[in-house]
């Protein structure tokens, strides 16, 4: 029994290969310009929901479905993990997924691969939007910078320290030890004035 088809064959990130058959070596390309799904990316830098995303795609039938390879180029915007400025850049990452025939899928499983990992044909289409996420958010930096040398933000006062140039950013510190004594040295000096 054949599960039914759930995909959107209108979804911009469903690709049809029916004109693929099942010929090993059968290839075409696919070149489109799509907007960027939700959530795109980590809480500190991703790819805009609805921006632009360039595929260059390459679908190939072999033996066990359908290779879907390529590369996916789009805009990324994110902020400092030092002293919070936006920062935009641009992604251009190479992508490659094997979208397995459903009855290579159950040999596939049964040979030991995760359920989750193996991608599978629905009908003649398939949805490249999870392979899609694998490729682009892992590829994204971890810890975004807006330069290798910024300086962050004054633990203290929260101000930033790229303000302040060459020039010293300091704060008093007073030892939380020693705070009674300067208490006792400033009443001290307020009975001396008066």
């Known amino acids: ?19 693929l058959g099942r010929r090993p070596g059968t290839m075409r390309r696919v070149q489109r310009t799509i907007g960027a799904p ?16 360039d595929l260059d795609l390459r679908l190939e039938a072999v033996m066990e479905g359908i290779l879907v390879s390529g590369s996916v180029r789009g805009r990324t915007v994110g902020e400092c993990v030092r002293c919070l400025d936006e920062i935009v850049g641009e992604i251009d990452v190479e992508m490659q997924e094997l979208y397995v025939y459903p009855e290579r899928a159950k040999v596939a499983i049964e040979d030991g691969d995760d359920e989750e990992d ?20 892992p590829a994204l930096p971890f810890r975004p910078v807006c330069s290798p040398q910024c ?11 790229a303000d302040f ?22 009443l001290f000096d307020d009975t001396k004035e008066s």
């Open 1 to 19: 029994m054949e599960r039914p088809i759930t995909l959107d064959p209108r979804s911009p990130f469903v690709l049809d290969t029916h004109e």
């Open 38 to 53: 939700e959530d795109l990316g980590t809480a500190v830098i991703g790819v805009p929901a609805g921006s632009d995303l």
């Open 118 to 137: 193996v991608r599978e044909l629905e009908g003649d289409l398939v949805d490249i939007e999870p392979a899609l996420r694998d490729t682009v958010v």
């Open 151 to 161: 300086p962050g933000l004054c633990s203290e006062c929260g101000a930033k320290l």
């Open 165 to 186: 140039g060459d020039a010293e950013h300091t704060h008093e510190i007073l030892d939380p030890r020693w705070a009674e004594l300067d208490r006792m040295k400033t």
